[in-house]
């Protein structure tokens, strides 16, 4: 076992206990996956026997199969960003816990990256599980035709979309509220964007397509509404977001006084 390995294991047992004992955490991924579960029933079997186009559906453009039930996304997309905010601004709230971690861990990067790493585990958990059973649930109450449990190769990619479009924001709020010091401005910031801002103001502005949560959409929206760019530059665009927040954020925590 290296030495690096051997510091990292307490660290990340602390940092771990820290995150999976938290009211918020528990709280924030059951509303995520079991409240969207039932939506996403609700949605799909009031669908059955009514024609694609009929106004009283959730969209009265029809859907092609392989993005029904990803419209389900944006509910556990609020929660996860929620789930981030309060991870990165939890320890700054009463001045002393920051500082006991970092007395008890005096490697600030170390720190700050094992913080992301666990954020970006558990919110990709939570997205799989949330639109996987959502897609189930989707295909099955829908009568769609694709079998729920096999799904398609395309749905598959989707799914992997969506989920690394949950995680990437999630550190995007995550490093505001690093360099923030708070839960509150990530909040502000992030969730505007996540309920919908986003997406219309790509609709109207060809720039907007590249605003973080516009630019992840594009990794499971269809891209025949001339709304999203093509998937791989959504994905890149995304991650260069996430990137260069992170290592700002990671810089400040670093480098400045508690």
């Given at each position: 076992?290296?030495g690096?390995?051997?510091s990292?294991?307490?660290?990340?047992?602390s940092?771990?206990?820290?995150?999976?004992?938290?009211?918020?955490?528990?709280?924030l991924?059951?509303?995520?996956?079991?409240?969207?579960?039932?939506?996403?029933?609700?949605?799909?079997?009031?669908?059955?026997?009514?024609?694609?186009?009929?106004?009283?559906?959730?969209?009265?453009?029809?859907?092609?199969?392989e993005?029904?039930?990803?419209e389900?996304?944006?509910i556990?997309?609020?929660?996860?960003?929620?789930?981030?905010?309060?991870?990165?601004?939890?320890?700054?709230?009463?001045?002393?816990?920051?500082?006991?971690?970092?007395?008890?861990?005096?490697?600030?990067?170390?720190v700050?990256?094992?913080?992301?790493?666990?954020?970006?585990?558990?919110?990709?958990?939570?997205?799989?599980?949330?639109?996987?059973?959502?897609?189930?649930?989707?295909?099955?109450?829908g009568?769609?035709?694709?079998?729920?449990?096999?799904l398609?190769?395309?749905?598959w990619?989707?799914?992997?979309?969506?989920?690394?479009?949950?995680t990437?924001?999630?550190?995007?709020?995550?490093?505001?509220?690093?360099?923030g010091?708070?839960?509150?401005?990530?909040l502000i910031?992030?969730?505007?964007?996540?309920?919908?801002?986003?997406?219309?103001?790509?609709?109207?502005?060809?720039?907007?397509?590249?605003?973080?949560?516009?630019?992840?959409?594009?990794?499971?929206s269809?891209?025949?509404?001339?709304?999203?760019?093509?998937?791989?530059?959504?994905?890149?665009?995304?991650?260069?977001?996430?990137?260069?927040?992170?290592?700002?954020?990671?810089?400040?925590?670093?480098r400045?006084?508690?």
């Amino acid at each position: 076992m290296s030495g690096l390995l051997r510091s990292a294991l307490p660290l990340a047992r602390s940092e771990s206990v820290k995150l999976f004992t938290a009211r918020a955490t528990g709280s924030l991924a059951a509303v995520a996956i079991l409240g969207t579960w039932p939506m996403a029933w609700t949605n799909a079997a009031s669908a059955v026997g009514v024609a694609p186009d009929d106004p009283r559906l959730f969209s009265s453009e029809p859907v092609p199969l392989e993005y029904q039930g990803f419209e389900m996304a944006g509910i556990g997309y609020v929660l996860v960003v929620a789930l981030a905010a309060v991870w990165a601004g939890s320890e700054y709230g009463g001045g002393t816990q920051i500082r006991t971690t970092l007395l008890s861990t005096p490697h600030r990067l170390r720190v700050f990256l094992m913080k992301a790493l666990l954020l970006a585990i558990t919110v990709a958990v939570i997205a799989f599980l949330t639109m996987w059973g959502t897609l189930v649930i989707t295909h099955a109450a829908g009568d769609t035709g694709i079998d729920p449990w096999a799904l398609n190769p395309a749905i598959w990619a989707h799914l992997g979309g969506v989920t690394i479009a949950w995680t990437l924001t999630a550190l995007i709020a995550f490093a505001i509220g690093v360099l923030g010091r708070t839960a509150i401005l990530p909040l502000i910031l992030v969730v505007p964007l996540v309920i919908g801002i986003g997406d219309f103001l790509a609709g109207l502005w060809g720039g907007a397509k590249y605003l973080p949560t516009a630019a992840g959409a594009a990794l499971f929206s269809d891209p025949a509404s001339g709304i999203y760019l093509d998937p791989l530059a959504g994905g890149l665009i995304h991650t260069a977001w996430a990137v260069v927040l992170l290592t700002a954020a990671a810089v400040a925590f670093v480098r400045r006084d508690l």
